[in-house]
């Protein structure tokens, strides 16, 4: 569908210097919104979370949610910013059919936090975001076209309004931008929001799902020629909302603005639309300056001021986060910085420490992880964290191969019963019979039979080429469909032929 001309990947980078910004929205997980007491469960039936402070009827007056305030502090402190002593909630003005008062709740000048960073890594290489800052704000309800072929606008009949999402707490964290990373430009800020991301769930301040539009991101881009002491102009490309579009959509401004400029044409200051099927960006609107808004001090609520002792007691109450979690864990464990990296890539490192605290051996537990399982997933087309096997399960499973009651093809053949839903693995083994054969009669019958069946190769064995003996341990193992334990097998047949 796109007609943009594209610049190959390697020419951009060896001409262009790109610079790359992003604004981060958060849906906050608070029980209620962020102005009046409707709940903010997903999926409810339209419109049944509203009242009249939310659907802005005259006279209704907003109260500010002090978890929503909370939260946002806790985000602040755990990307080192500093946190206002005194700030207030701003009008940002603009008619849409899903922003019932006219104008939304924000921040303008006076942001809750400010001067903050994240630092994350790619390839080994530790990269600085500055944040610039982190406000809270609230959300839009959602408008529904019908009619159309793919529910846009263009081409609808008619439109609905669900304001069920209108008012819930949003947190925009926005970074300075970010230059000098040139060819890694698409995957710092991939690592950027899933570093933040990270930083939301250890924090517990949001579900983070991203499919469910829990976290969008609004990503900026400009490129300018190497050695310009200018930024070039940006694109904004909105609602951006999944780690792989967050990277393909700066890698294809990257290459539509550079084949642009290659032709001397100017870069357009403009909003645009990222589209998943093709990867590709198409032109929104031309973009507002802040004048646009018209942004006042919100007139209906008093300014907020966070106590200083309360502030220090959020910061001393902050969880564990993700990078010092994963240094800890790297060391525990005494892996590298690669296989962290690794774990971490995969979505494995929650279901690794959880199996972990399970009982597992660590490097048991990554192998199941990011071996089998992760292949499994791969199959099916699906998270790892999706798979219908817990980490305790895992974690049991290691605990029958580390007793020997079943080796390690057995245990894929116990997963296959686990994620088909047969139950535990414990139970898996036993409905399906899966035990490893101990020295037992049936497992002599079964060397008895190998032996007796290839008097050629025993003779070999017996002439001095021992390593003919594996032609019957591969007999026996096939007999036994793989429960035997080959070592066992090997022991056994050793004594029958040579004598022991
Ligand atoms: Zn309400």
């Known amino acids: 569908m796109s007609t943009d001309r594209l610049l190959e990947f390697d020419d951009v980078v060896a001409r262009y210097e790109p610079v790359f910004g992003l604004e981060t929205h958060v849906e906050l997980g608070t029980a209620s919104k962020m102005f009046c007491g409707c709940a903010t469960t997903f999926g409810a039936e339209p419109n049944t979370h509203t009242c009249p402070v939310c659907l802005a009827l005259p006279g209704a007056l907003p109260v500010a949610n002090a978890a929503a305030i909370e939260a946002t502090i806790r985000i602040g402190l755990a990307l080192g910013c500093r946190i206002a002593t005194w700030c ?40 600085r975001v500055e944040i610039e800052r982190v406000h809270l704000e609230e959300d839009t309800g959602k408008n529904l076209h019908v009619g159309g072929a793919t529910g846009r606008i263009h081409g609808a009949d008619h439109s609905l309004v669900d304001f069920n999402r209108a008012g819930i707490p949003l947190v925009e964290i926005v970074t300075r931008p970010v230059p000098g990373v040139g060819a890694k430009a698409p995957e710092v800020a991939r690592a950027y929001v899933a570093e933040l991301r990270e930083i939301l769930l250890a924090l517990g301040v949001s579900e983070v799902r991203m499919e469910q539009g829990n976290l969008r991101c609004d990503v900026n881009t400009s490129l300018a020629p ?34 642009l400029l290659d032709d001397g044409v100017r870069i357009m200051q403009e909003t645009r639309h990222f589209h ?39 910061q001393s109450d902050l969880p564990e986060l993700p990078a010092a979690r994963r240094t800890r864990l790297r060391e525990e464990w005494g ?10 890539n995969a979505g494995a490192l929650g279901l690794v420490t959880d199996t972990v605290a399970a009982g597992a051996d660590p490097a048991d537990a990554r192998k199941w992880w990011l071996g089998e399982l992760s ?5 099916d087309g699906v998270e790892l964290a999706d798979l219908a096997v817990t980490p305790a399960q895992v974690a049991e499973l290691c605990g029958l191969v580390a007793a020997g009651t079943v080796n390690d093809q057995l245990a894929r053949q116990v997963l296959d019963g686990v994620l088909a839903g047969e139950g535990s693995p414990q139970q898996v083994v036993e409905s399906r019979g899966l035990a490893v054969m101990g020295e037992s009669d049936e497992l002599g019958a079964a060397v008895d039979a190998a032996i007796a069946g290839a008097p050629d190769v025993v003779e070999k064995v017996r002439g001095g080429k021992t390593a003919a003996l594996g032609a019957l341990v591969g007999a026996v193992m096939k007999e036994t469909r793989g429960k035997a334990d080959a070592a066992t097998v090997r022991r056994m047949l050793e004594e029958r032929v040579l004598g022991g």
């Open 276 to 314: 998943e099927d093709t990867g590709s960006t198409s032109a929104g609107r031309s973009k507002e300056e802040a004048t646009d808004y018209r942004y006042f001090p919100e007139p209906d609520l008093v300014p907020m001021a966070p106590d200083a002792d309360w502030v220090a007691q959020l």
């Open 375 to 379: 292949r499994r997933a791969k199959d």
């Open 88 to 127: 207030r909630f701003a009008r940002k003005n603009y008619f849409y059919p899903d922003i019932p008062k006219g104008f939304q709740t924000s921040q303008y000048d006076e942001p809750l936090c400010t001067a903050g960073h994240l630092d994350v890594e790619v390839d080994g290489e530790t990269y």
């Open 335 to 344: 892996i590298a910085d690669s296989e962290m990296a690794w774990l971490v």
């Open 226 to 259: 190497t050695g310009s002491l200018e930024w070039g102009t940006r694109t904004e490309t909105k609602n951006v909302n999944s780690l792989r579009s967050v990277e393909r959509s700066v890698r294809y401004e990257m290459r539509r603005q550079a084949a």
